[in-house]
């Protein structure tokens, strides 16, 4: 691969940069300075900019303790977005796995491998994701046998599928969901003529979020997180 590519892809250095870089012998491969923009690397190279080694870019997963406040994506006019929160370079180029509401705290996933994200989110593969739930009514227990049942939520044409709801307290509840219908949690409870009053991810999958990351904090995700979807 041609050099200044390499240095392009792996660094956040315009084209114009790399080659001021390149000029003022800034740029070493195997700790030799390199003259010629159009140089070559090999499989292995070391190159070196300015005593920085730089290293092949490699696929990104996070999980991200979203607070409320937060959009989930890339750009937003009027809100700040969960990418605000995430201090990387290449940072626009992370996919969001599954969004949450503005108001919705809790897991995110973020990634730039795609075929990963794809795995998590295509309604082909039945994920489950569970949610804290509160409500400004009382929850009844008949929630948990409509919830089992399936519900027919307002402006759709096949009930939800089956989901758990397990009750915490007069007003609290864990629901666990396979689907990802559009605010999929509030219009189930608006089906039973409650509201939500807040929502929390606090699982995909296998997937926890890590009780240690504070709002608005993130982590790398570890090798069996990530594998957790091959299975
Ligand atoms: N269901 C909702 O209603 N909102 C979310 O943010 C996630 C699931």
């Not at 392009?8 to 390149?22: D, K, V």
């Not at 195997?30 to 090999?42: C, G, L, R």
């Not at 977005?81 to 995110?108: C, H, S, Y």
């Amino acid at each position: 691969m041609r050099l200044d590519k390499f240095i392009g892809n792996n660094t956040e250095l315009s084209r114009t940069q790399i080659h001021i870089a390149i000029k003022q012998g800034l740029i070493s491969i195997n700790d030799i300075p390199v003259a010629k923009t159009n140089a070559h690397i090999q499989d292995g190279d070391k190159v070196v900019f300015d005593g920085k080694l730089i290293e092949e870019r490699k696929a990104r997963y996070l999980m991200l303790h979203k607070p409320a406040g937060y959009v989930s994506a890339n750009s937003d006019s009027e809100h700040p977005t969960v990418l605000d929160l995430i201090d990387m370079p290449f940072k626009q180029e992370l996919q969001i796995v599954g969004r949450l509401d503005l108001d919705t705290t809790g897991l995110i996933l973020l990634t730039d491998d795609g075929q990963w994200n794809h795995k998590i989110t295509s309604p082909k593969h039945l994920h489950t994701k569970s949610y804290l739930v509160t409500t400004t009514d009382t929850i009844d227990e008949s929630a948990i046998t409509i919830f089992a049942e399936g519900v027919l939520l307002k402006g759709e044409t096949k009930p939800t599928l089956a989901a758990e709801l397990t009750i915490l307290s007069s007003n609290q509840a864990r629901l666990s969901i396979c689907e990802g219908k559009y605010h999929q949690v509030k219009r189930m409870f608006a089906a039973i003529g409650n509201h939500v009053a807040s929502l929390h991810r606090e699982r995909i999958s296998a997937i926890c979020l890590d009780e240690s990351i504070p709002p608005g904090k993130y982590r790398p995700l570890t090798r069996d997180e990530i594998a957790s979807f091959e299975k």
